[in-house]
């Protein structure tokens, strides 16, 4: 079996609850996973949006979770430093999850991306998404994605 990724918060490929969103309380969902390879020493966790204006946009930057954790619990709070590992800063600025917030229009898809890592990667807490896939370079041994959407009224 290879690395498999779900929420229980909407089906894949599914739309996005509001709550998820900035035009609700904008908290992180419960993710959980399975099926990581053996060799796993860590995960890491990208969410963004493709289909933003000006290109792609990150909302979620996590790191350093863990290899035998197999779940994340919804509302993680913004801290630098959680009992799973080590968020980074989103595209809004801001260290933690910030929920989908697309201009009013056309849905945007939002993916949820899981890698499996042979390495700790030995980056400081805040991270950009730049910093951390350039720590991953040579270390994916599994990956796998998740995506919803939104679209605002």
């Not at 990208?46 to 954790?69: C, E, K, Q, S």
């Not at 430093?81 to 800063?89: A, C, K, P």
């Not at 929920?99 to 805040?126: Q, S, T, V």
Request: net charge neutral.
């Amino acid at each position: 079996m290879a690395l498999q990724l779900s929420t229980t918060a909407f089906s894949t490929g599914g739309d996005i609850p509001v709550k998820y969103t900035c035009d609700g309380n904008d908290v992180s969902p419960a993710l959980s996973w399975k099926e990581a390879p053996n060799d796993t020493k860590s995960l890491a966790l990208i969410m963004d949006d493709p289909d933003a204006p000006r290109g792609t946009f990150t909302h979620w930057v996590l790191y350093a979770i863990p290899a035998n954790m197999q779940q994340i619990a919804e509302g993680v709070p913004p801290d630098e430093q959680t009992n799973f590992g080590r968020q980074g800063r989103n595209g809004f600025g801001r260290t933690g999850y910030g929920g989908p917030c697309p201009p009013p229009g056309r849905p945007h898809r939002y993916f949820f991306k899981l890698y499996a890592l042979n390495a700790d990667l030995n980056l400081k807490p805040g991270a950009t998404r730049n910093e951390l896939e350039s720590a991953m370079k040579g270390h994916v041994i599994g990956h796998t994605e998740l995506m919803g959407r939104y679209q605002r009224k």
